[in-house]
């Protein structure tokens, strides 16, 4: 394997690793913002945050199962 592809897998390993440390911070997030949250519209809110962190976390693992 050439240097190039090995540098080019590294970056994706660590953009990846960046995305599911983004998706585990919005999923805490999500989840202290549910346990907090007063009406309705701060629950809504709070779901979505949460649902956008594990679309993260999953998206990010699927990248790096993905052989390219």
Sequence with gaps: MSRTV???AL???VRQAGNIFVGTVLTVVGVIALVHAGNAQSRVFAVFVLLIGLAAIYLAI???RRRT
């Design 11 to 13: 970056r994706k390993q």
């Design 62 to 64: 699927a990248a790096l």
């Design 6 to 8: 090995c540098w080019v």
